[in-house]
């Protein structure tokens, strides 16, 4: 075996890197989230929790005893040029910056505060729901409450309660707080992290993708190209611009857990999800890059 082939082969191993915990909306604990990493083999995994990072010190536990590398994230909810909800992802951000910590405590009091005014809006349409049947995750979000709907047998699915009530556009729906996307990527610089545009395939009439050409200038740093709900067209256009702006072509299965059944953590829908430590390494140079 030579020296060259091992090295490959280290280099090569998959990696997850858009994951959630019940920090905030998937249903695994961080410790059992790391668990499924080392049982599936990953490398590391990135925590891309909804507006928190609280799951990272259970996780880096969790990751030292089991040899899995743990990437700090957030996915933060943003606006760019008419569209609602852009997300953005920030890696190897620091958890203790002030001003990144203080914006995320602010997002998550707008999603307390959200959460019964979605409560009460499913009760002016007659569902038999309450506050207090939610759980208390640091980071609540609409997941948690269509997983009640069906725990409650008011729907048979999460993507159900999503499109008779939670859906943007639907009568339970609420939005949340917002920051500009040029903003949000400024953010993510000032804690030390590098920023990635998430999932732009899931916004509609592809204004995802024009957004990605136009956050260039804002200062973003990758894309999102594997994402278990991308297609194989989407994934080259995406590819074709990561090459064209000097872009890092990243990606992550989106995994939830139980809110997400269809998708396996670090191999995403079906297996057409697949990352590995050459993307993880190529971030992690961006960001040393950028903090010079
Ligand atoms: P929230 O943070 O409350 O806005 O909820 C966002 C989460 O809800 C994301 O993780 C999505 O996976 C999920 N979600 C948003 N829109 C839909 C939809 N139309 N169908 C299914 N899930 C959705
Ligand atoms: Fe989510
Ligand atoms: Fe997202
Ligand atoms: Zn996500």
Redesign the pocket.
Known sequence: MSEGWVARCVEERRVDLHC?TNV??GTLTPTQLVELAARKGLAAIAITD??VLGALPEAKLAGDRLGVEIVPGV?L?TTHGGIA?L?LLGYFVDPDEPRLATRLATFRAV?AA?KGRIIDKLRELGVDVREDELPDAE????????RLLVEKGIVKS??E???VY???GKPANVP?ARIEAAEAIALVHGAGGVAVLAHPGLVKDGLGLRAASELVAAGLDGIEVEHSKHDSDTRRRLRELCQKHGLVETGGS?F?GE??PDVDLGYGHGGNVRVTTATLEALRARAALRRG
């Open positions: 959630h905030s909306d909804h507006d996915e909810s909800d997300h999603r959200r980071s609540i979000g609409r997941p948690h409450i269509a999460i993507q309660a999503f499109d939670l859906a943007e949340k989106d939830h809110n997400k």
